[in-house]
Nanobody
Framework: QVQLVESGGGLVQAGGSLRLSCAASGYAFSSYAMGWFRQAPGKEREFVAAVKFNGVSTSYADSVQGRVTISRDNNQKTVYLQMNSLKPEDTAVYYC????????????????WGQGTQVTVSS
């Protein structure tokens, strides 16, 4: 069955960095765009970044542009999110998801989801 397993979350001070990973299995990973979303308590799930199926193109939310880099390794069936200069407002559960178009920013456009990994940024 389809599985997306996130890892790499944790507690970090403001200004620090984290690298999230998402390992995929059970579907044609290299045929899907991959996205990262986040959800803070009491807020809706929001788009963070996405990468095209072949890794050539990426898209980012304005709130993270310049601080975050998404990448993927199709041989390892893994997608990454490198986050730098973290801010307290980046605190959320981060989810990876598989969809068709890397330009899609609506969570409803993504078919498969992981369980999420908590990122907490202290001030």
């Amino acid at each position: 069955q389809v599985q997306l397993v996130e890892s790499g979350g944790g507690l970090v001070q403001a200004g620090g960095s984290l690298r999230l990973s998402c390992a995929a299995s059970g579907y044609a990973f290299s045929s899907y765009a991959m996205g990262w979303f986040r959800q803070a308590p009491g807020k809706e799930r929001e788009f963070v970044a996405a990468v095209k199926f072949n890794g050539v193109s990426t898209s980012y939310a304005d709130s993270v542009q310049g601080r975050v880099t998404i990448s993927r390794d199709n041989n390892q069936k893994t997608v990454y999110l490198q986050m730098n200069s973290l801010k307290p407002e980046d605190t959320a559960v981060y989810y990876c998801a598989a969809g068709y178009f890397y330009t899609d920013q609506d969570p409803r456009d993504y078919d498969y989801w992981g369980q999420g990994t908590q990122v907490t940024v202290s001030s």
